[in-house]
């Protein structure tokens, strides 16, 4: 009988991880837990199988790449300063017979950069097209742009978005194309930024109108 409640207790050892969202340049947290657990190492490997950590011991010479706890329940390990490159599943291992594994999928979040409005020079004459463009890169997933003229929301916008060079990030843009009317002059037109990197505090460029 205590040998069978014995494989028992190891049959209810498997690791816990949380999938973990970061933004570029912040810190992600890897958790591993194991509820009941008799000596056993654990372990976490990053996407390219490399052992990061085992118990307490670091085995890749990174020094974003810390020690937060080591017990025999729990592997918490911290990677500070996180490129995209850092993204991917991570793998926490318990090392039973058979070996048991469990993933955490960390997500790195890209910053989009403050957007610009181009296409305007001043003044602009009556009657006359105009065509503003706001564009924003860096951003991952690709960011979302909306217009406002004097606080209204412009609907009807093109919308634009490219692979940057890395392959990682977006360069998104967004064209207003519309006639200048002389109830424009003086009216503040911006274009808005919104992403999930950004603490819901959108980034915003403004460019006031001016028509003759």
């Not at 050892?13 to 969202?21: D, H, S, Y």
């Amino acid at each position: 009988a205590a040998t069978k409640n014995k494989v028992k207790g190891s049959q209810g050892q498997f690791p816990l991880t949380q999938n973990v969202t970061v933004v570029e340049g912040g810190t992600a947290n890897l958790t591993c837990r194991v509820d009941q657990n008799d000596n056993t190492s654990l372990q976490w490997s990053n996407p390219a199988q490399q052992t990061l950590y085992f118990d307490d011991k670091k085995a890749l010479r990174d020094n974003r790449i810390e020690l937060v706890r080591a017990s025999w329940h729990e592997l918490s390990i911290s990677v500070s300063d996180v490129s995209l490159s850092d993204e991917g599943q991570y793998t926490c291992s318990l090392f039973t017979m058979p070996v048991k594994t469990s993933k955490a999928f960390l997500t790195v979040l890209g910053v989009p950069e403050k957007p610009q409005i181009s296409g305007f020079t001043s003044p602009v004459m009556e009657g006359e097209r105009m065509q503003l463009t706001c564009k924003t890169s860096g951003s991952k997933p690709a960011a979302d742009i909306r217009w406002f003229k004097n606080d209204k929301e412009i609907k009807d916008v093109k919308y634009l978005k490219e692979e940057d060079a890395n392959r990682r990030t977006f360069t998104v843009s967004s064209t207003l194309d519309f006639r200048a009317d002389r109830s424009d002059d003086g009216a503040v037109v911006s274009c808005r930024v919104d992403h999930e990197s950004l603490n819901s505090t959108p980034q915003i460029a403004r460019q006031v109108l001016e028509i003759h």
